[in-house]
T-cell receptor
Framework: DAGVIQSPRHEVTEMGQEVTLRCKPI?????LFWYRQTMMRGLELLIYFNNNVPIDDSGMPEDRFSAKMPNASFSTLKIQPSEPRDSAVYFC???????????FGPGTRLLVL | SQKIEQNSEALNIQEGKTATLTCNYT??????LQWYRQDPGRGPVFLLLIRENEKEKRKERLKVTFDTTLKQSLFHITASQPADSATYLC????????????FGAGTRLAVHP
């Protein structure tokens, strides 16, 4: 299995632009998680889905952030408009079943200028 | 307030020695605690999970202890190798579930030949 796939791996954009991050979970996994990692705040859970349904989005920083999972093999995290403080590494992770090991993707390094 | 603390200073040890990393938490009563390894430019990788009713767990050269009275977990790597150099993160779900993980900031371990 290829593991969790994220794209792009790096993104540089200007403040105010829309950014879309993509994730393909491991086939057969029914949980999908989006995390953000910064030096200041560490690794934080933003939102997670179960069977394509958002279960908890309490970690989403504000309305500029939105996440979707249109099917079992694809999810997006969108930031619109982006701000410099959104600069971070965004990780997607997936797991098979409640309480099972989360497998992380390689991350997308976002820089908002 | 609720928080998870790990040694912010990097831990430097000589190859062959035992590395001991600490994870302290306050105002949580987790049912379990997890340890992850993160290499530069990569996502975290799950290593071990220890439950509140387990005092100790081992996996090859890794050993984790969990003291719910002290609110502390210790992570040991015996016979350390330069390949063990990485950042190690502890994580728990404050709600006792398995999905809303809260991560510590991590401790960077450097094993010198």
């Amino acid at each position: 299995d290829a593991g969790v796939i994220q794209s792009p791996r790096h993104e540089v954009t200007e403040m105010g632009q829309e950014v879309t991050l993509r994730c393909k979970p491991i086939s057969g996994h029914d949980y999908l998680f989006w995390y953000r990692q910064t030096m200041m705040r560490g690794l934080e859970l933003l939102i997670y889905f179960n069977n394509n349904v958002p279960i908890d989005d309490s970690g989403m920083p504000e309305d500029r952030f939105s996440a979707k999972m249109p099917n079992a093999s694809f999810s997006t995290l969108k930031i619109q408009p982006s701000e410099p403080r959104d600069s971070a590494v965004y990780f997607c992770a997936s797991s098979q079943g409640q309480g099972k090991t989360q497998y992380f993707g390689p991350g997308t390094r976002l820089l908002v200028l | 307030s609720q928080k998870i603390e790990q040694n912010s200073e990097a831990l430097n040890i000589q190859e062959g020695k035992t590395a001991t990393l600490t994870c302290n938490y306050t105002n949580y009563s987790p049912a379990y605690l997890q340890w992850y390894r993160q290499d530069p430019g990569r996502g975290p990788v799950f290593l071990l999970l220890i439950r509140e009713n387990e005092k100790e767990k081992r996996k090859e050269r890794l050993k984790v202890t969990f003291d719910t009275t002290l609110k502390q977990s210790l992570f040991h790597i015996t016979a350390s190798q330069p390949a063990d150099s990485a950042t190690y993160l502890c994580a728990l779900d404050p709600l006792g579930g398995y999905n809303k993980l809260i991560f510590g900031a991590g401790t960077r371990l450097a094993v010198h030949p």
